[in-house]
């Protein structure tokens, strides 16, 4: 059974970073494609960042480009998610999730391509 685990969510200042982490237990973690998505009160969930098996593709949301940097760790089972220059907008629950593609595929951006989800972490920016 595979588990989901993030870290590191918390409350930080506009303009300050965090970093999330994400431990996934169980076999073949490097052919698992890694993402983060979010959800802020009242709104749907979104795509923040995508990262394939091997670590060499890489997919970001609009929202976050230039700002959050996305990796991957396969050694130790593990995916980090640095987040820089935050805003307010950012609030929200960060969601860890691993799809199970058997091979190095691209990250998908869409929320049902994804086998397995923690249970979230809570990110807040205040203004």
């Known amino acids: 059974q595979v588990q989901v685990v993030e870290s590191g969510g918390g409350l930080v200042q506009a303009g300050g970073s965090l970093r999330l982490s994400c431990a996934v237990s169980?076999?073949?973690?490097?052919?698992?494609?890694m993402a983060w998505f979010r959800q802020a009160p009242g709104k749907e969930r979104e795509f923040v960042a995508g990262?394939?098996?091997?670590?060499?593709?890489?997919a970001y949301g609009d929202a976050v480009k230039g700002r959050f940097t996305i990796t991957r760790d396969n050694a130790k089972n593990t995916v980090h998610l640095q987040m820089s220059s935050l805003k307010p907008d950012d609030t929200a629950v960060y969601y860890c999730?691993?799809?199970?593609?058997?091979?190095?595929?691209?990250?998908?951006?869409?929320?049902?391509?994804?086998?397995?989800w923690g249970q979230g972490t809570q990110v807040t920016v205040s203004s």
């Open positions: 999730a691993a799809a199970n593609y058997y091979s190095d595929y691209d990250p998908s951006l869409d929320q049902y391509e994804y086998d397995y």
């Open positions: 990262i394939s098996g091997s670590g060499g593709s890489i």
């Open positions: 169980g076999r073949g973690f490097s052919s698992y494609a």
